[in-house]
């Protein structure tokens, strides 16, 4: 029997995957872990203590449950991103890798790189203005303020294209993620943007470019050694783990639309066409010349968990229930989810959260409800957007958020937009092992292991009054705004 892994290295756990090549899952492994947020604006993670040897516990975990004549076919591996490792020579890395776009400290250069470059021409060659997102001004940020970091590097990766090199040697990205690494990629033409990117990266050489599913490499007898797969095992170029995860649902024709309920909220969808919008991300997407409009909240699950942690560390039954007792609206209080600023559609670093119409009869469970409908806002704004580029056919929704009572109906009720519930909840890893499957040739490039198996539809009754509500909360950030940015500014750095 032909086995695959799929390893996924979230924000908050990696997690891997044994399948078959029909999709069947044999087993499934979990590491949690927690980034480090050593100043305010600031997220990292130890690339190789915690990314490196968490993939090879879990590879070392899942080899073990081999089935009987089972023998692994081929990897792949997807993470959170896009992120900044910057590595000498050996492939050790320099500093701690710095995260996608809740790390906001590189301002200064988001602006300096806009002014050099020219915002309209960053947009028309990369498919998105520079933002928190963008690797090309955290690159700028080590070179301006760790000049010997930057001195001493020679290769620079994501955390997918990390362990691919850990795995197998190989200096390669996909060009989904390097899509993200603004403004280095030309993403009309599926290349690297080379003027720019030779000014950013200097004596950095830029990384050989791959699609997902494509073989990069094979297994080096030192990651044998270390991860427990065999020595020679294909392994495929990876992404994103938000698009390894929109693969794995079938996210993969023009409408189709991916709504992932996660530490933040992140939204894919395909499109026919290379389509620029100032207030999202256009992308290569996971198949080889295909495109996709992006979005990404800067909070979600991390707020509801702040939240817990605020209110007495109740469980989170509890906590749902009291949020389920509470009417749609949460009677009056409104949130603005900004705890650490908010990328899509504002983009805006200094953004901060705000309650508004806060009284003494509101309860924890307002809290939590108010959290959720103004995460649901936030994506009713994206989904706007997106329309207006390419009206979605479908939405799949994924991730650990849609086991809430509350937060995947406030999304519906919100947006009036049903959502399709995939029977294989799993996530990106489940997409990973496809990619792997397609890859080394066991199932033809068009394979679709996904079955729905739910929906989650909008209750009309409630459509008035959440659009109205909706209006008072997007006049409540603008309101607000020149206040929560000097209340910003007084952020200890």
Known sequence: MDVLLGIDIGTGSTKGVLTDTGGTVLAVETLS?????????????????????????????????????????????????????????DLRPLRPAILYGIDTRAVAEIDSLTAEFGEQDILERGGSLLSSQAVGPKLEWIRNHEPEVFADARMWFSSNSYIVAKLTGEYVIDHHTASQCDPLYATPAFEWNLAWAERICAHLRLPRLAWPAEVVGGVTGAAAAMSGITAGTPVVAGTVDAYAEAFSVGVRRPG??????????????????????????????????????????????????WLQ????????????AEALAVPPGSEGLLMLPYFSGERTPIFDPNARGVLAGLTLRHGRGHLLRAAYEGIAFGVRDVLTRFDDAAPGARLVAVGGGLDSPVWPQAVSDI?????????QTI?????????????????????????????????????ARYADMHRTWAELYLATKPQVHRLSAMDPQ
């Open 33 to 89: 872990h927690t980034m480090d947020l050593p100043r305010p604006g600031w997220a990292e993670f130890d690339a190789e203590a915690v990314w490196w040897r968490e993939v090879c516990a879990i590879s070392r975990a899942l080899i073990d449950r081999l089935p009987e004549r089972g023998s692994l076919a081929g990897v792949c591996v997807s993470g959170l991103g896009p992120c900044l490792v910057l590595c000498d020579e």
């Open 415 to 423: 947006t009036g937009r049903t959502q399709l519930r995939p029977a």
């Open 256 to 305: 189709d639309l991916m709504l992932m309920y996660g530490s933040t909220m992140f939204m894919v969808q395909i499109v026919a066409d290379y389509h620029c919008d100032r207030t999202l991300w256009t992308t290569a997407a996971v198949e080889p010349g295909s495109y996709a409009l992006a979005a990404g909240t800067a909070t979600a699950g991390s707020l509801i968990t």
């Open 427 to 463: 996530g990106a890893g489940f997409g990973d092992a496809l990619l792997a499957a397609i890859g080394v040739g066991l199932v033809p490039p068009e394979t679709d292991w996904t079955r729905i198996a739910g929906r989650v539809e909008p209750d009309p009754k409630y459509a």
């Open 309 to 320: 942690s605020m209110t007495g560390n109740a469980s989170y039954e509890e906590l749902s």
